[in-house]
């Protein structure tokens, strides 16, 4: 304390000192989200947040692009775009956003799994770490893996006529195998409702960065699984016109099925 006394010499020193506390507890437990899950399937699929601007908000992340044009993944401060095609960019600061969650990763558990035949097991894995399923999480899961299956979203054109529960069924999917990468995402309680994903969101991008998307499916040799416990949800929502002159009275048909 008396070397931290020392160093703070006057009231500019106070300050500073007083916001890096202040940001740091910020990126403890601060789940930043972007626009309406629901707006998708309502075909609102354009968001006036840039990715220079996500990119405070969080280092890791996932989300979609304006015009569905590629499934958003941020990984250690880096946004990725895995086209429809099955390539992987970086884009550049100023493409807008559609949709997307956040958080500044703080790893606060961690654990390792062997031999995980699929998505289910992991997800089995997680709950029984968990203290409770009433708080937010965010994952970064590294590991080896036998096969992934990834889905994308075709590229929308005006005039959108199409919602999501209809897109989804026609998604493109890529596969792959022994190969290496990272899952980031989110586990979201269930009174989130239609605003966010709940239960388990992930998005994956390889290692040598030429394979990514919205996990479908994997088996993997291992895993290291870290957690991150979130307290806080901020909820900001897009100013465009679609938006805000959108109607959402339309629900997901597959939850009807």
């Known amino acids: 304390m008396s070397t931290l006394i020392s160093c703070v010499n006057n009231k500019e020193d106070i300050k500073n000192l007083n916001e890096t506390i202040v940001k740091e507890e910020a990126k403890s437990d601060l789940f930043y989200h972007y626009s309406i899950w629901y707006a998708f399937v309502n075909r609102i699929f ?23 044009d590629g499934e958003l993944i941020m990984l250690d401060g880096v946004l990725y775009q895995a086209k429809e095609d099955g390539t992987v960019h970086v884009p550049s600061d100023n493409i807008k956003i559609a949709y997307a969650n956040t958080t ?6 961690s654990f390792d799994l062997s031999n ?20 937010f999480y965010g994952f970064k899961i590294h590991g080896n893996f036998k096969k992934m299956k990834c889905g994308g979203l075709h590229k929308q054109e005006k005039p959108y006529d199409t919602g999501l529960d209809v897109l989804i069924p026609k998604r493109p999917i ?7 990468g990272t899952m980031v995402g989110f586990f979201c309680p269930e009174y989130i409702g239609n605003i966010n994903v709940a239960a388990y969101h ?22 290291t699984v870290e957690v991150d416990y979130i307290y806080e949800y901020n909820f900001a929502l897009p100013k465009t016109d679609a938006y805000l002159k959108g109607n959402f009275d339309k629900e997901f048909q597959y939850k009807k099925k």
């Open 202 to 223: 992930l998005h994956f991008v390889s290692d040598d960065k030429q394979f990514a998307g919205h996990v479908l499916e994997f088996e993997a040799t291992e895993l």
């Open 104 to 109: 500044f990763f703080d790893t606060e558990d």
């Open 116 to 135: 995980v035949p699929n998505y289910k097991t992991l997800r089995d894995s997680i709950n029984k770490h968990m203290p409770t399923k009433n708080i």
């Open 174 to 180: 890529f596969e792959r195998e022994n190969f290496s």
């Open 46 to 68: 354009e968001g006036d947040l840039d990715a220079k601007t996500l990119k405070t908000k969080g280092d890791i992340g996932l989300g979609s692009y304006n015009a569905l």
